[in-house]
């Protein structure tokens, strides 16, 4: 986890110069005309575009440096480590459940109620508030109950 840790933080210098780099250019190279006079400005949207990358590159450097100091060595991260030793249990899996398949597909129709109407948000964000609730309570109730 160390040399991810390491590739993002490589990545959010590497976004960072290019913000400037990129703002820097359109100021100085990209010119539009406003009648007879030429004007120069910085390119807005690019520049902030490519200043969130460096943004969201290190907010992923900095969870996944923390998680790797406060999980210390890894089986993957042990030069010396054979394959077994990273066969444990990653996690508890409901090969069964269909409330996954709904909560996606609901999730998916919300977020494209943004591009369709706003009609399709008050008919699909219910139906995902009831995914989420079957999602997170069906081992509270039925066959699999605990």
Excluded at 31 to 39: A, D, L, R, S
Excluded at 115 to 139: H, K, N
Aim: glycine share 10%.
């Amino acid at each position: 986890m160390k040399t991810n840790a390491k590739l993002f933080l490589l990545l959010t210098g590497f976004y960072l110069l290019d913000a400037l780099v990129y703002g820097w250019y359109s100021y100085n190279y990209m010119t539009h005309k406003i009648g007879q006079v030429e004007v120069r400005s910085i390119e807005w949207i690019g520049t902030a575009a490519i200043g969130m990358l460096a943004f969201l590159a290190g907010f992923i450097y900095f969870y996944v440096n923390k998680t790797a100091n406060h999980a210390g060595l890894l089986p993957e991260d042990n030069l010396d480590g054979n394959i077994e030793d990273g066969e444990a249990e990653i996690g508890f899996f409901s090969p069964w459940s269909w409330w996954p398949l709904a909560l996606g597909f609901f999730c998916s129709i919300v977020f494209a109620s943004l591009a369709v109407g706003w009609w399709l948000t008050f008919v699909s964000v219910p139906l995902a508030l009831v995914a989420v609730i079957g999602f997170v309570f069906e081992y509270s109730r039925g066959q699999h109950a605990h």
